[in-house]
């Protein structure tokens, strides 16, 4: 009922004074400010069969809610945007955590206190952990890439046992071949937290996340356009201002090249039994092909007497997931960044349109604050 499919329907599409691209987070959000903020019509026009861009979830032939383009914990500190969320979900609290499997332990990640006790077989304190890990640090005066990160910050057995095989999964090249940035995002712990991420909020949305993405554009001001290339149809619409959320070199008709992204494929199972692992997510940094392993039920609290299991294999090609994070692609995305400047009624916001990763809080943010800025 919420979504209207209106191909052909000109007198639907023809009144809006704003499109929005993309039906992703960004999208949606921009969106729905607009339709119940400023109470103008709004058409979103979307490629894909389905709203809620990679955020999407849906129940599989066996009655589990799976997340279709991998899995996703919503966090934040941001109150302002946990109470955005709130107004269109109920929220199944939840602490994401993640064990590593490593010389045949099983061990949390992030790296902390009970990872380094579990690995060495020792029974260390915080400060003792302190000292344990000063003392494998590698002295290095100028960290150029992320394997000299890992190196000053924990050693070479914690590089070689986390970060390189994993790091060659994950981007198709080894720490020493990317920036400083890439790995110094991850948080290394010295107490005895063993939490994924240590947010004030955490959790997902009750029921998934398409079904919050439904409730934010149950507004008589929003139409949505499914299956639709925006290129397809946008000459033949009238409109004061576009919100692109799709990707910027594909605007421009990759004018300047194609920018890289790394892609995943995923390969679900759905297996006879309760419980498959102990966590909602596994990695994998040593051997396997696979990077991780999730096992959505433990993410919403569903309870089946099947599971289902989600293995990713980073990959280049299929849908662009991640920017690829080296100096050559930051350049190209600047460039299209100063063509896009120049767009007068066009407005570039979300993951692909900045080419810039954000989690699912930022883009909403960004959009939030787009909105108040830009259009309003
Ligand atoms: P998208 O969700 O990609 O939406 C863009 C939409 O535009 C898509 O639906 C696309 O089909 C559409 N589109 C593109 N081109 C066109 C076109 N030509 N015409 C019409 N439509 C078009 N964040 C977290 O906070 N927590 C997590 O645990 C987390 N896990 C993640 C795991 C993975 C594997 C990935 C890849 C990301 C994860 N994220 C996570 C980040 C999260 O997915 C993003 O923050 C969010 O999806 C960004 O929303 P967006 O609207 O910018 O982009």
């Not at 992703?24 to 969106?31: D, N, P």
């Not at 992030?110 to 006790?117: K, Q, R, S, W």
């Not at 302190?130 to 005066?141: G, P, V």
């Not at 993951?351 to 959009?367: P, Q, S």
Request: with cysteine; hydrophobic share 30%; charged share 25%.
């Amino acid at each position: 009922e919420i979504l209207r499919c209106l191909v052909g329907s000109e007198m639907c599409i023809r009144d809006r004074k704003y499109v929005v691209v993309g039906a992703g987070l960004a999208g949606l959000t921009i969106a729905e400010r607009i339709a119940s903020q400023l109470n103008e019509k709004v058409l979103i026009i979307e490629k894909r069969p389905h709203i809620g861009g990679n955020v999407y979830d849906s129940y599989n032939n066996d009655g589990i809610l799976i997340q279709n383009y991998g899995p996703h914990t919503f966090h934040t500190n941001d109150d302002e945007v946990f109470n955005y969320v709130l107004q269109f979900c109920e929220w199944h609290q939840y602490q994401h955590r993640v064990l590593s499997y490593v010389d045949g332990n099983w061990v949390p990640m992030p790296i902390g206190l009970e990872t380094i006790n579990k690995l060495y077989n020792m029974n260390l304190s915080e400060t003792e952990l302190m000292d344990f890990i000063e003392s494998k640090k590698e002295k290095i005066e100028d960290v150029k890439n992320s394997e000299d990160v890992v190196l000053s910050k924990a050693g070479r057995d914690i590089y070689e046992k986390f970060f390189k095989y994993f790091t060659y999964k994950q981007w198709g090249v080894y720490p020493s071949e990317l920036d400083a940035s890439v790995i110094s995002r991850i948080p290394f712990r010295t107490n005895r937290d063993t939490r994924y991420f240590t947010d004030q909020h955490q959790g997902n949305p009750k029921g998934g996340f398409t079904r919050m993405c439904e409730r934010m554009v149950a507004h008589p001001n929003i139409r949505i356009m499914l299956n639709t290339d925006y290129k397809e149809i946008i000459d033949q619409i009238e409109y004061n201002k576009m919100i692109y959320t799709g990707p910027i070199d594909y605007y421009f008709n990759y004018k300047l090249g194609k920018l890289l992204y790394r892609s995943i494929r995923f390969e679900f199972e759905t297996l006879d039994m309760e419980s498959y692992q102990p966590t909602a997510s596994s990695r994998y940094p040593m051997d396997h092909e696979y990077t991780r392993i999730t096992e959505f039920k433990k993410m919403y609290g569903q309870k089946h007497p099947k599971t289902t299991i989600c293995k990713e294999y980073p990959c280049f090609g299929n849908e662009p997931y991640y920017t690829y994070p080296t100096q050559e692609w930051k350049d190209l995305a600047n460039k299209y960044r100063a063509l896009a400047a120049l767009e007068s009624n066009v407005v570039f916001l979300g993951r692909l349109a900045e080419y810039k990763y954000y989690d699912m809080d930022d883009v909403i943010r960004r959009a939030l604050n787009v909105f108040e800025e830009c259009i309003k």
